[in-house]
């Protein structure tokens, strides 16, 4: 019996996900939809225009120690609850892994401005 209710869930879902793809399909492609908007003006200039692979590289880079900044906050709370010697090691640590990751990207190139 639940094998059978299974199958029957299964069908139908698949019916529906079949019938949403036929009826979503927009037959009718207007060159007023497919471009960009600039109150009801034609744009001046291609809307998709490339963009910077370097800057997106130096945002990620970014957002990944800015990520890692935020590790050090827990730290202010546990400097009142932990001892000093443990503190002090635990905080070399993270900073020793920043400084590594932040000389592989320099060694890698990803820091350097110039195209």
């Keep these: 019996m639940l094998m059978i209710m299974i199958m029957i869930s299964l069908i139908i879902s698949m019916i529906m996900m079949i019938l949403a793809s036929l009826l979503s399909k927009k037959l009718f492609f207007d060159r007023e939809k497919n471009s960009s908007f600039e109150c009801g003006f034609d744009p001046k200039?291609?809307?998709r225009l490339p963009f910077s692979l370097h800057f997106y590289l130096i945002a990620i880079i970014f957002l990944i120690f800015d990520v890692e900044i935020t590790l050090f906050f827990p730290l202010i709370y546990s400097m009142?609850?932990?001892f000093m010697n443990?503190?002090?090691q635990l905080l070399m640590?993270?900073?020793i892994?920043?400084?590594?990751?932040?000389y592989h990207e320099w060694n890698q190139g990803c820091l350097n401005?110039?195209?």
């Design 93 to 95: 640590f993270l900073v």
């Design 113 to 115: 401005w110039s195209f």
């Design 97 to 102: 892994i920043l400084l590594i990751g932040l």
């Design 86 to 88: 443990n503190y002090i």
């Design 45 to 47: 200039s291609n809307f």
């Design 80 to 82: 009142k609850i932990s």
